[in-house]
């Protein structure tokens, strides 16, 4: 099978005037389509930089990403945002949900964006929003803001903003990081079943141990490079 994400040497130096500051080296790795890959590491040790530069939302300074084959340094910034908002479902470390809609206008639009040009348009998939909603226990809190939502639920919303248009590479930045025990297994489970079922290719960042035992690999990052790669021996 080909690989569906090939990192290859990515370099990344963020620049602030005189300052530089180098967030990730040498950092390669590939994964196969269906594969959930666990991502852990120190604060700072660039993985939201890393998820950044495969969602095509922030360029890297050197090095290549290839996504379903395509090279994304190749496409225009205007080709690599469709092919982002069709094949790719990020979650947020900070949620990013849009303060003026409704927990439900946050998952709509996300639909709507990636159906944008699309013809005809599919329609919304009731019940795929019916199952995430309950499973992620905020059926009840659909017609909120952001700002009227709890961390928790918020981050809840920006999951189900996320897998509602059925994406074939999920992005999951710490997606757990504001739940309790209970929110956080249904998450996981969630996250876990679609990858088998969908056949979806998730990548999680966390910092939670026994989370990243449910993927099939862990992935480590130090100082903006990868120090480990772990196969999860699943019983
Ligand atoms: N926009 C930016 N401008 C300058 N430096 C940045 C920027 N974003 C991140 N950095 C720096 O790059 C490094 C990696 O940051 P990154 O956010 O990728 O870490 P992280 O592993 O996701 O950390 P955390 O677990 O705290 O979320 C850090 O030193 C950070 O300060
Ligand atoms: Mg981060």
Do not use: C, W
């Not at 660039?46 to 395509?70: M, N, Q, Y």
């Not at 409704?102 to 019940?127: V, Y």
């Amino acid at each position: 099978m080909n690989p569906i994400i090939i990192a290859q040497d990515l370099g990344k130096t963020y620049r602030s005037g005189k300052l530089e500051v180098p967030a990730l080296r040498n950092v390669s790795f590939s994964v196969e389509p269906g594969e959930f890959v666990a991502i852990v590491g120190p604060s700072g040790s660039g993985k939201s930089t890393l998820f950044h530069i495969l969602g095509g939302l922030t360029p890297a300074t050197s090095g290549s990403v290839t996504i379903e084959g395509t090279d994304f340094s190749k496409l225009s910034d205007g080709e690599r945002t469709k092919m982002r908002r069709a094949r790719i479902g990020f979650v947020f470390q900070r949620f990013n949900l849009l303060p003026t809609l409704s927990a439900m206008g946050n998952i709509e639009i996300a639909h709507d964006i990636a159906n944008l040009g699309a013809s005809p348009k599919r329609p919304l998939d009731k019940s795929l929003l019916d199952h995430l909603t309950a499973l992620l226990g905020i059926d009840g809190r659909l017609e909120h803001r952001p700002n009227e939502l709890s961390g928790g639920e918020q981050q809840r919303v920006a999951i189900a903003r996320a897998l509602i248009t059925r994406p074939s590479i999920v992005l999951a930045d710490e997606p757990t990081g504001n739940l309790d025990t209970k929110n956080s297994d249904a998450v996981l489970n969630m996250l876990r079943t679609s990858s088998r079922e969908l056949n979806q290719t998730v990548l999680m960042i966390t910092h939670n141990p026994a989370a990243a035992q449910i993927a099939d690999r862990i992935l480590t990052m130090r100082d903006g490079q990868i120090t480990g790669i772990e196969t999860v021996q699943h019983a």
